[in-house]
């Protein structure tokens, strides 16, 4: 539970970390940062259709690796 008046602080909660606990969650995907700035720098230089195939391919990517 959030504590309303500390809302960065939780009340309730086991404090006492594991080693699992303590790993970074979260870590950006190598694959998905590449074809994320693939994807941006293709936009940029005005290649659209080139940055919706980098669209397509990521999604593709996220729901074979991140979604399985």
Excluded: F
Aim: proline share 6%.
């Amino acid at each position: 539970m959030i504590d309303q008046a500390n809302p960065g602080t939780e009340t309730g909660t086991n404090t006492a970390a594991t080693e699992e606990d303590r790993r970074p969650i979260n870590l950006p995907c190598p694959d998905c940062t590449h074809l994320r700035v693939s994807r941006h720098t293709a936009w940029l230089a005005g290649e659209h259709t080139k940055a919706t195939d980098y669209t397509v391919l990521l999604r593709s990517h996220w729901r074979s690796v991140h979604r399985a």
